[in-house]
């Protein structure tokens, strides 16, 4: 696998490519580390069969060849024939319209400002409380959901009205500025 460091949900989703293959070549009496390139074609065509999108092709197959270069590197294979496999990407849709700024402003009023009424239970009270606070980052900070689920409130400083998000694996870390309607929620929460 090289010098390539994969996180444990990675490791499992190229584990389940790998015996989504396994599982078809026992099915159709192939020894996987005698597969022909034909025989591959086959295989993905089967997966196309039974509805599996495109871009899911690909990333399985990505996930076989990293698997196929590891038996390649330890004997066990002469050959990787996955290395020839090119599945063209599909064009990217563009998403028709995005949503204006203001649209995003009116989304968060709204939900800020919901009725009492609405919440039934303290519990209830409680999750509209944390929803605003997240809706409100989503918006005015541009977070994604990933980032929020590993905020903690140390990072928070409602004194300097900002927010440290940290380091992901596709995003550095940043101090960011707090809107001023956003404190109050975030204080309350």
């Not at 076989?64 to 996955?82: E, H, P």
């Not at 400002?113 to 944390?130: D, F, G, I």
């Not at 990933?146 to 004194?159: D, I, P, W």
Request: proline content about 3%; some cysteine; charged content about 20%.
């Amino acid at each position: 696998m090289g010098n390539t460091y994969l996180s444990a949900k990675s490791i499992r989703v190229q584990n389940c490519h790998v015996n989504r293959l396994k599982n078809w070549c026992i099915n159709q009496n192939i020894n996987l580390e005698e597969i022909t390139y034909n025989q591959a074609l086959q295989f993905i065509d089967s997966e196309r069969e039974r509805g599996i999108l495109n871009q899911s092709i690909i990333r399985e197959i990505n996930s076989i060849r990293i698997y196929f270069d590891y038996l390649l590197g330890s004997g066990t294979i002469k050959q990787n024939v996955i290395k020839r496999i090119k599945i063209r990407q599909s064009v990217k849709k563009v998403i028709p319209e995005t949503i204006k700024p203001q649209q995003l402003e009116n989304i968060y009023q709204r939900f800020l400002n919901l009725p009492e009424w609405e919440h039934k239970t303290q519990t209830a009270k409680q999750l509209h409380k944390r929803n605003v606070v997240l809706l409100g980052l989503l918006v005015y900070q541009g977070l994604t959901s990933g980032e929020t689920a590993k905020l903690e409130t140390s990072q928070v400083n409602l004194a300097e009205g900002k927010i440290y998000v940290p380091s992901t694996r596709k995003s550095n870390a940043r101090t960011l500025k707090l809107q001023a309607n956003q404190i109050l929620p975030i204080k309350s929460y």
